[in-house]
């Protein structure tokens, strides 16, 4: 009898690609949202970008601390001072993009610019930072010329003929030592990585919507009653009507992922736990298409109402608007949307690095809250013998 | 093949049905006749199982009532309101309630092509149901009832809106269907329809059965006297006989006829007689 479950739910998403506003609605307005607010964010955050350092000084010479006077000045670098142990901590944990130590006799080795043990500074910045870590190297380069170099050439450029002045060649006063720290990161690794989660839900509601709204129209149309007549039981048919609504959301899912891995670098952190995060979500919105699908008589009805919930879900879920920019009580009160468990899953398993217990709250949150509607959705279901 | 017992079904204040029992035997075309709110649909629907009776009881083929799955497999349904997928092609239509019906493979696409072929939509199948029209709609409709070659079909007036020409090749299939043994309940409005398919009809209203025999003891326990209309030259002659033939010859010794014309009653006169009323305004 499994096949019959697989006939309903074939039929029904054949219908719904056939049906040309719902394939819209289902993928490529998701899609539209998840590169339009992609966009948008991008260059928000790209516009107020400087690289944050933690700086240690082991030296505590006075050579030193001019050197670190002028890395503040500079501006290009936000700066804060730490002990070696705190910097490490600090980048491991992705609080800082880097840190930068100028070793102990530092100071001592200033004479030396020349010789085999010039004055040593070691980096530590996460591998997948490349760009950024060059940036910090040539800093450091730029201000160690200023700091040592600029009496000597003051003192002997006039005896050099000009191609050899020391600034133009690829000589360094200093030793940099670049240590790699790999990050844990917590942080979006672009305004993709908040769009497509956000995107995805517009997707999953349309999804819902179609279904729900197509479940009606099956009692309108009076082909519920055919399937009644048919020599299937009534699990079969919502078990049908339910498996086409969950591998629809689910592989709408995985497509608008995989979009946004090719076209946007959205990489998963954790692949498994988006793989199970789009599980769960695609439980629970069978459940609201279920609970939808009861919601009016006729198909305006259902999808008026039906978008109407579905609506105060993503505003109040984090759908229209990202939950940090809401204010802190609207973001306790959105906890009672399903959009906003479904985003954290996604999130989650997307860059905020939740480890499997974690994410255990959102999957069953979303698993609760999709057999619960799905029950209530079965209770009110008005089958065509019901009078 | 069918045992109907006293069914029984009220909607509201309504009663839909009032008491019917009937029996259809095997390879039997049993017609249901009666005008608009009689209870046809009602009692095919029960006998469908997607209504439930109040009380009484439907025996399917030996197998039991029909709310059980595997009784459901012995029945085809044509709904009176067209149920079709409006999205699909006819050919997919049927694919899917064949498939409903446990057929796959060859066996499927065997008897979706025989059923295409039965309601001539073969050429058509490929279009999607929204670009047919109605009586093309009720034929895929009927077709849908087919697939799955029950021994039972329930035929909630097939032939709606379905031209002449077509209409008449539908019944010479649904004949066809009678002869290698299948049942079906028809029901309709049009009295040469069943007259012309039944073998037994019921007539029904207010949910009740007013007379249940074969076309011609209907006629002939309920349909008065033939009607026979002589034309003379000087005047037209208009006599109620229960042998017309008789009569002819005797209005024939009476004097010269320019024209003759005999109307047996039919099933339209057996239900004014029954009802005082006609079953079609
Ligand atoms: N679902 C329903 N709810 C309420 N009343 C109903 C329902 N279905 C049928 N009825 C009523 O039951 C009576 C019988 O209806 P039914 O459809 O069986 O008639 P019918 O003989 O098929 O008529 P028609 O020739 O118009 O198809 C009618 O009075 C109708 O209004
Ligand atoms: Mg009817």
């Not at chain 1, 690609?17 to 539209?32: E, I, S």
């Not at chain 1, 290009?76 to 880097?98: C, F, G, P």
């Not at chain 1, 959705?377 to 008005?382: A, D, P, W």
Request: charged content about 20%; aromatic content about 8%; hydrophobic content about 45%.
């Amino acid at each position: 009898m499994r096949k019959v479950v697989t006939a309903i739910a074939v039929n029904d998403m054949r219908l719904l690609l056939r049906d040309k506003g719902g394939a819209f609605v289902t993928f490529v307005f998701p899609l539209a949202y998840c590169i339009f607010f992609g966009l948008i964010f991008a260059t928000q955050s790209m516009s107020s970008r400087s690289i944050d350092m933690v700086l240690v000084d082991e030296d505590q010479s006075q050579q030193s601390a001019s050197f670190v006077q002028l890395l503040k000045k500079s501006g290009a670098i936000e700066l804060t001072m730490a002990s070696r142990e705190q910097a490490i901590d600090q980048v491991r944990r992705a609080k800082t993009a880097a840190y930068v130590i100028i070793t102990k006799g530092f100071g001592q080795a200033l004479p030396r610019v020349l010789g085999e043990d010039r004055p040593k500074i070691v980096i530590g910045i996460d591998p997948a930072r490349a760009a950024e870590s060059e940036m910090v190297k040539g800093l450091i380069t730029k201000f160690a010329f200023e700091l040592f170099y600029t009496p000597i050439i003051l003192r002997i450029s006039g005896d050099l003929p000009n191609d050899q002045h020391p600034t133009k060649t690829n000589f360094s006063p200093i030793e940099i030592e670049t240590t790699e720290i790999v990050q844990t990161r917590t942080g979006p690794a672009s305004s993709y990585d908040i769009s497509f989660p956000q995107g995805i839900i517009w997707g999953v509601l349309g999804c819902c919507a179609s279904f729900g709204i197509s479940l009606v129209n099956e009692r309108t149309t009076g082909t519920l009653s055919r399937l009644l007549v048919a020599p299937i039981s009534r699990t079969h048919i919502l078990a049908g009507k339910a498996l086409a609504c969950f591998t629809s959301t689910l592989v709408l899912g995985m497509v608008l992922f995989f979009v946004g891995w090719l076209a946007f670098s959205v990489i998963p952190q954790s692949p498994i736990h988006l793989a199970i995060s789009l599980l769960a979500i695609s439980i629970a919105f069978v459940g609201i298409m279920m609970f939808i699908s009861i919601l009016g008589k006729t198909e305006r009805a259902v999808s008026g109402m039906g978008w109407a919930v579905l609506l105060a879900m993503a505003m109040i879920g984090g759908g229209m608007v990202p939950r940090f920019f809401m204010p802190h009580w609207m973001q306790s009160l959105s906890a009672i949307s399903p959009v906003s468990w479904a985003i954290k899953a996604m999130e989650g398993a997307v860059w905020r690095g939740f480890s499997t217990s974690e994410m255990l709250l959102p999957w069953s949150v979303l698993v609760g809250i999709g057999l619960l509607f799905f029950a209530i959705g079965i209770r009110g279901f008005s089958w065509p013998d019901k009078g | 093949m069918l045992q109907v017992e006293n069914l029984y079904k009220r909607f509201g204040t309504i009663q839909a049905v009032a008491g019917l029992s009937f029996n259809a035997r095997q390879g039997e075309i049993l017609g249901l006749l009666g005008p608009n709110g009689a209870g046809k649909s009602t009692c095919i629907n029960m006998v469908a199982g997607l209504l439930h009776a109040d009380s009484g009881q439907i025996n399917v083929g030996g197998l039991g009532s029909p709310s059980l799955p595997a009784v459901r497999q012995k029945i085809g349904v044509a709904p009176q309101a067209l149920a079709l997928y409006e999205g699909l092609t006819g050919e997919e239509n049927l694919r899917f309630f064949g498939k409903l019906a446990g057929l796959s493979g060859k066996v499927l696409r065997d008897r979706v092509s025989w059923t295409l072929e039965f309601v001539l939509l073969m050429d058509r199948k490929d279009d999607r149901l929204k670009t047919y029209s109605g009586g093309m709609k009720r034929r895929i409709n009927l077709a849908a009832a087919l697939v799955h070659d029950p021994p039972l079909l329930l035929l909630d007036e097939p032939t709606v809106g379905v031209d002449p020409q077509s209409r008449n090749a539908l019944f010479e299939n649904v004949l066809a269907l009678k002869s290698q043994g299948r049942t079906v309940i028809y029901t309709t409005h049009y009295m040469e329809e069943a007259e012309k398919l039944c073998d037994r009809v019921g007539i029904i209203d207010h949910g009740a059965f007013l007379a249940f025999d074969s076309v011609d003891k209907l006629i002939e326990s309920h349909g008065g006297k033939s009607m026979v209309t002589v034309m003379r030259h000087d005047s037209q002659v208009q006599i109620e006989s229960d042998d017309p033939i008789a009569e002819c010859v005797r209005l024939q010794q009476e004097g010269e006829i320019l024209s003759l014309r005999v109307d047996r009653p039919d099933l339209e006169r057996v239900f004014l007689n029954l009802t005082g009323r006609a079953m079609r305004d």
